[in-house]
């Protein structure tokens, strides 16, 4: 059994910045593809930025050049740190991690922190 849970949401202030973490546990032999999704306002979650485990990253469009992710494979931990925030970024941020635990690659969700950006 595996588990992945965030940390680090909270209220910020418009430009302000935050630092989201999230770390997997549990039965764990290694750890694929790590990343941050936010609820949004369609019926499926909105990509944010992901990384492999080699550290190679991605990120959606709208958050490039403001967040950053990262990771550190010896914690199990992946990071998203978010600068210039705006109002829109406003939402429930989720961490993702493809884990092998056994013989079985599991897809671990977090259950989401919130993050609103307001004054």
């Known amino acids: 059994q595996v588990q992945v849970a965030e940390s680090g949401g909270g209220l910020v202030q418009p430009g302000g910045s935050l630092n989201l973490s999230c770390t997997a546990s549990?039965?764990?032999?290694?750890?694929?593809?790590m990343g941050w999704y936010r609820r949004g306002s369609g019926k499926q979650r909105d990509w944010v930025a992901l990384?492999?485990?080699?550290?190679?990253?991605n990120h959606a469009d709208s958050v490039k050049g403001r967040f950053t992710i990262s990771r550190d494979n010896a914690k199990n931990t992946v990071y998203l740190q978010m600068n210039s925030l705006k109002p829109e970024d406003t939402d429930v941020y989720y961490c993702?991690?493809?884990?092998?635990?056994?013989?079985?690659?599991?897809?671990?969700w977090g259950p989401g922190t919130q993050v609103p950006v307001s004054s």
């Open positions: 549990g039965s764990i032999v290694r750890i694929n593809n």
């Open positions: 990384i492999s485990s080699d550290g190679l990253t």
């Open positions: 993702y991690a493809n884990i092998l635990s056994g013989p079985t690659w599991i897809n671990a």
